[in-house]
């Protein structure tokens, strides 16, 4: 599996700045985390583009759903003001605008595949398409869709894709290996310490989202898990020093 450092920045440094901007992601390099997290979704000409929602209403001076609107339209959009003024004029990145910008600042990428409101396996084929033969920036994929999971290594060769659940399903290992996975992504409020032992003592990467709080970032890494996914990486990175 791909090495990823134990603190990757939720949205960017979302505590901080507008998420999934490139403003975001910036940040989160300052604050001492070099990997990001990001959601990644369709416009309605099925262009790659980063918003965690399928609207557009909470991130965005736009409105309704995400999918109706093409990509031209979607660059017009403000991404940043509706979290401060300093961030006015932030747009809604594309996929292909952030792998530049990750690159030029030497960053990885978990690279959520979220279908929600679109057809997965056309989101699917287009991250597959964008990220082509690029090996300049560290990839991570990750979705909660299993079809999405199942069909990533088909078509991206070479790059591992994590299983996103918010519980851990009784029968997890038995559909993580089905689906060819790489690593299993979880809600951190369902980790004990019994649950990360079964999953790690099968040699499989934990990875868990959304830690805010150092303590519960130092317990849970204790317990095996591989990297914590947060929204605020100063406070991390103050907390918890380097240590892979
Ligand atoms: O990839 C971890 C996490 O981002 C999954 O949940 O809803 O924040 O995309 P969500
Ligand atoms: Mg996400």
């Known amino acids: 599996m791909i090495r990823v450092p134990h603190i990757i920045a939720h949205r960017g440094a979302s505590i901080e700045a507008p998420e999934n901007t490139i403003a975001a992601f910036r940040i989160a ?22 918003i965690h929602d399928d ?20 660059r017009t959009l403000d991404a940043g003001a509706w979290f401060s003024d300093i ?14 910008t990750l690159a030029a600042l030497y960053m990885g990428v978990n690279l959520e595949i979220k279908p929600s409101g679109c057809d997965a396996m056309v989101l699917a084929r287009k991250v597959a398409a964008t990220i082509g033969n690029r090996r300049d920036v560290p990839i991570l994929l ?26 851990v399903p009784a029968d997890w290992k038995a559909q993580y290996t089905a689906l060819k996975a790489a690593a299993l992504h979880v809600d951190q409020e369902q980790l004990t310490a019994e ?3 079964e999953i790690t003592g099968e040699n499989v990467p934990l990875i868990c989202y959304t830690v805010n709080d150092p303590d519960r970032a130092r317990t849970l890494l204790s317990w095996g898990v591989r990297a914590i996914i947060t929204d605020n990486p100063a406070l991390m990175t103050t ?3 380097p240590i892979r």
């Open 29 to 50: 390099q300052v604050r001492g985390v070099n990997w990001i997290e990001c959601d990644v979704t369709l416009s309605a000409n099925d262009q790659c583009v980063l």
């Open 55 to 74: 609207t557009l209403d909470r991130t965005t001076n736009g409105t309704g759903p995400i999918h109706q609107q093409d990509l031209s339209t979607l």
């Open 87 to 100: 961030y006015k004029g932030e747009r809604i990145p594309t996929l292909d605008e952030t792998l530049d």
């Open 142 to 167: 990750s979705s909660f869709d299993p079809q999405v999971v199942a069909i990533m290594a088909e078509l991206c060769p070479g790059l591992d894709c994590g299983w996103l659940v918010e519980d």
């Open 195 to 197: 649950k990360c032992a």
């Open 239 to 241: 907390a918890i020093p």
